[in-house]
């Protein structure tokens, strides 16, 4: 009984292992932002470095390590900043591996007043590898999410492009390349700017350059403008039928053609009747 208790307890802990190794997310850990080689400790640089962390957390399978954790580490260790590395990724990856860090995310600022830029880099910390790198300009309309996204996340840095069509079996072109049919007709888009054509055999080709925000919907209202061959036609067809809703009924196309037919008919019925009763007085020799 205890054995089978044993075993039991025990595929329940290597569940919970798996389980844990499963859910298992990636460390990326925050050195404390820097101006001019030094840690700054401005209220600033406080608030910008809070909205990091955050973001940096909010990304999915990603947990944070904040950077007054790693600074505490740095101080244990007699260590300096990443500012002190000098560029050097191994150096950098060293600091990151202190703390646990599959990725360092370090960070420059610049600027003065309310408007700063902040150069931020991310290394990965077992190949000392740089994984990317972007700028951060607080307070110009820039969130702290995109800029993380950007770095750490850049095939998610999108936005959605969204088409109202007045024909639905218009073709679309963004930069060149055809986009799938979609029922909604949106689309994600890399974030910056695209050179849009909608075109149909029977319309102009309807030609635009368009922004996509991070985050955002862009919605743009296509206007087709009907081929000049193909408008006079339309024309002509409604024409037509102007006039025929205001001829008098006996002057109709299809009044003359049953007249025409009903005469015949007519025709046929009495030559039919003359001749069956025809009896010549005619005496043959």
């Not at 991310?122 to 951060?136: I, M, Q």
Request: charged content about 15%; overall charge neutral; aromatic content about 4%.
């Amino acid at each position: 009984m205890l054995s089978v208790a044993v075993a039991v307890a025990l595929a329940l802990a290597l569940t919970l292992a798996s389980s844990s190794e499963a859910l298992a997310q990636r460390l990326v850990a925050l050195a404390p932002l820097a101006t001019l080689g030094s840690e700054d400790t401005s209220q600033g640089a406080q608030a910008a470095t809070a909205q990091l962390e955050q973001a940096i957390a909010a990304l999915p399978g990603t947990s944070v390590v904040p950077a007054a954790q790693v600074a505490a580490a740095l101080r244990r260790g007699k260590r300096q900043g990443p500012a002190a590395c000098d560029g050097d990724l191994a150096c950098i990856a060293e600091l990151g591996r202190q703390v646990g860090a599959a990725v360092l995310v370090t960070g420059q600022l610049g600027g003065l007043g309310e408007a700063r830029v902040i150069y931020l880099g991310a290394v990965d910390t077992t190949t000392g590898k740089e994984l990317g790198s972007t700028t951060w300009s607080t307070g110009q309309g820039d969130s702290a999410a995109a800029a993380v996204v950007r770095l750490l996340a850049p095939a998610e840095y999108v936005g959605k492009l969204q088409l109202r069509l007045p024909i639905q079996s218009a073709v679309i072109y963004v930069n060149g390349r055809k986009l799938p049919a979609s029922a909604t007709g949106t689309h994600s888009l890399p974030v910056g700017t695209h050179a849009l054509r909608v075109t149909h055999p029977e319309v102009r080709d309807f030609v635009r350059f368009v922004d996509i925000s991070y985050g955002a919907v862009t919605q743009v209202d296509v206007v087709l403008t009907p081929l000049p061959v193909v408008q006079h036609d339309v024309e002509a067809r409604q024409a037509a039928a102007r006039a025929d809703s205001r001829r008098p009924w006996y002057r109709t196309w299809w009044a003359v053609a049953g007249g025409a037919g009903l005469a015949a008919v007519l025709a046929g019925v009495v030559t039919y009747s003359l001749a069956d009763n025809f009896d010549p007085d005619v005496t043959l020799p």
